[in-house]
């Protein structure tokens, strides 16, 4: 992001390292989820980025909450929404079972409010430990954005983000550092654009970038 010119994108999806040691059944891990270094940095990059009067929906993890927040609102943004992902299995059990995340709508200067705007709870990780399902992120990407706009994830994993807004007629950045994960949404992508080309409904952006 630091080789962005200042506010460049329209909007940002993200779901960045949650700060909790993350190792899923099969022993997978995240990169960057051991510590916080990296988050107030990325967070100034993001509002950097980020045009004037837009917004930026990012996940985190509950118990994390109070690093997230202050890194957002250090770095300039406004918390103005908060959104709940249903699960159907629980990720984690303790003291209760865990069958949601939560993401913050955060907002860079006076966005204006969408003409529909989405409720505030949604029902959804085979590419990805931590994937978001496409079906609950492109009506996020559909209700705040307009066809065309420039979607961003500088933490793109399996590219889930990308493909929302690609279905959604937008065009997309995503950066992600772990190849494996790279590669896995740049071929979720390539079935986006084969999809696109043989229904031939001139929705199709022959520009758009590849995944990051």
Not at 23 to 32: E, F, I, M, N
Request: net charge positive; glycine share 6%.
């Amino acid at each position: 992001m630091s080789r962005f010119p200042a506010r460049a994108v329209d909007f940002i999806l993200t779901d960045p390292p949650y700060l909790v040691g993350y190792k899923d059944r099969t022993g997978r891990t995240l990169a960057g989820d051991n510590s916080a270094e990296w988050l107030q940095p990325a967070c100034h990059e993001m509002y950097r980025v980020l045009k004037n009067d837009s917004l930026m929906v990012s996940f985190y993890a509950w118990n994390r909450a109070d690093l997230f927040l202050n890194a957002w609102k250090t770095a300039g943004f406004r918390v103005v929404g908060h959104i709940v992902f249903a699960k159907s299995y629980a990720s984690k059990s303790t003291f209760v079972g865990y069958t949601h995340e939560s993401a913050y709508l955060l907002a860079k200067g006076r966005p204006q409010t969408p003409d529909r705007p989405i409720p505030d709870k949604y029902t959804g990780n085979r590419h990805h430990p931590t994937e978001k399902p496409v079906q609950s992120l492109r009506p996020l990407i559909e209700s705040l954005t307009r066809p065309g706009a420039i979607v961003l994830d500088p933490f793109a994993g399996s590219g889930s983000t990308c493909v929302a807004a690609a279905e959604a007629s937008r065009r997309y950045i995503g950066i992600e550092m772990l190849e494996q994960y790279h590669a896995a949404g740049v071929r979720r992508l390539a079935q986006v654009d084969r999809a696109r080309r043989m229904a031939k409904d001139g929705a199709f952006y022959p520009d758009w970038p590849e995944a990051a």
